[in-house]
């Protein structure tokens, strides 16, 4: 259901369920969760890319067919475990990257939605499709989508059901990058290699200070980013930076 690998310091997740549209069926969750486990103990991890096994389907979300079989009460449970999962992704302590290799509905955009940065494939098709289904995102899709593009946007999505191609989610700001569809997931992780270099504990508090900020009003937001600022000072990465600058040469940071 799950493969994971380690790509120097990228931590590479993919969604291994290309014959069901890589749904996400409860066993899928429970290994995803497993493995967020394990990077988040891993100090070599400095990022992660999230991406699905073949080259149609990121993630076509929830597993229609599994949830055929379960109650009303099962739903909503199973519902509410997608959204616990997706609230782990963007907890991540390090920068998560979507690399979004083929298109992806429902509670795969909102998987998708939840990772730090996201990178489409350019055929890509993309959608919060719930209520052309007569249900409503579930799993934060009416909450991140809104505050990633903006209220009116969201709505329209929403409402309409539409699937919107690579080119439209990148101007509405759903994508940050769209890579040519050959060699796709090595380009996504180049694009990693740039993140990686950095200090991986400024890139973790830079992260903290982001997501929590989000929610302050500037002045908090600021106090805040003050205090994760101090907590960089101290740390032999710094030191290495400094020392590396001064010497022309690219820094060698231990996260320390």
């Known amino acids: 259901m799950i493969e994971f690998n380690i790509n120097k310091k990228i931590g590479i997740i993919t969604l291994n369920r290309e014959k069901s549209a890589n749904a996400l069926n409860n066993q899928l969750l429970n290994e995803l969760n497993e493995t967020i486990t394990v990077i988040n103990n891993n100090e070599e991890i400095n990022c992660v890319i999230i991406t699905g096994q073949g080259e149609k389907v990121f993630s076509a979300g929830a597993d229609l067919k599994e949830r055929e079989a379960m109650t009303d009460l099962e739903v909503i449970e199973t519902v ?10 963007e907890q991540i302590k390090v920068p998560v990257i979507a690399a979004m290799n083929g298109s992806a509905f429902g509670g795969g955009l909102e998987l998708a939605l939840a990772c730090d ?14 209520t052309s289904l007569a249900i409503i995102p579930g799993a934060g899709g009416t909450q991140r989508l809104t505050r990633l593009i903006g209220l009116g946007r969201a709505k329209q999505m929403i409402f309409t059901a539409d699937r919107v191609d690579a080119i439209k989610a990148y101007e509405y700001g759903i994508l940050e990058e769209v890579f040519p569809k050959q060699d796709f997931l090595n380009q996504v992780i180049t694009y990693a290699n740039k993140i990686i270099h950095n200090g991986p504990l400024a890139l973790q508090l830079a992260k903290q200070a982001i997501n929590q900020g989000i929610n302050m009003n500037i002045k908090d937001g600021l106090n805040l980013e003050h205090e994760f600022y101090k907590k960089t000072i101290p740390t032999e990465d710094r030191m290495e930076g400094l020392k590396a600058f001064k010497e022309k040469r690219k820094p060698e940071y231990k996260g320390r």
């Open 80 to 89: 509410k475990y997608i959204g616990e999962t997706v609230n782990n992704i």
């Open 117 to 130: 940065i996201r990178i489409g494939s350019e055929d890509i098709m993309i959608g919060l499709t719930e």
